[in-house]
């Protein structure tokens, strides 16, 4: 019975490997290729502030998210004060036909 178990478990975590990667993941990072696939600058981007007060461009695709943080030229972190530390602000969620799950329906 302990080798049966035990091939058993060596047959579960090895399709559970196969199924952890779906296979060839393209390079281009700007480009959301999904169920709706489009290149992301078409989505509407809003601004998190984070806990220190800097800001990260984000993006709710309905399903995904996107979120980088906000830099200056010198890549130095942009802290606008456009918001209160853990705020969201703008049109975030805008710009995606695909509903996002975690939202009661209207808002």
């Known amino acids: 019975m302990p080798i049966v178990k035990a091939a ?7 399709s559970l490997a196969a ?10 990072k700007s480009v959301d290729y999904g169920i ?10 809003g601004i998190w502030v984070d806990p220190n007060g800097c800001d990260h461009w984000i993006i709710d695709d309905g399903l995904e998210g ?3 943080q906000r ?15 853990n705020t969201a602000t ?3 969620k805008r710009g995606s036909g695909i509903p996002d ?3 009661a329906p209207g808002t």
């Open 90 to 92: 703008g049109g975030f």
């Open 71 to 85: 830099l200056d030229k010198y890549g130095k972190p942009v802290c606008s004060g456009t918001a209160p530390p």
């Open 19 to 28: 199924c952890a990667h779906p296979g060839n993941v393209p390079g281009d």
């Open 101 to 103: 799950p975690t939202q």
């Open 36 to 45: 709706n696939s489009h290149h992301l600058s078409t989505l509407k981007a």
């Open 8 to 14: 058993s478990g060596v047959l579960l975590l090895a």
């Open 66 to 68: 996107y979120l980088s």
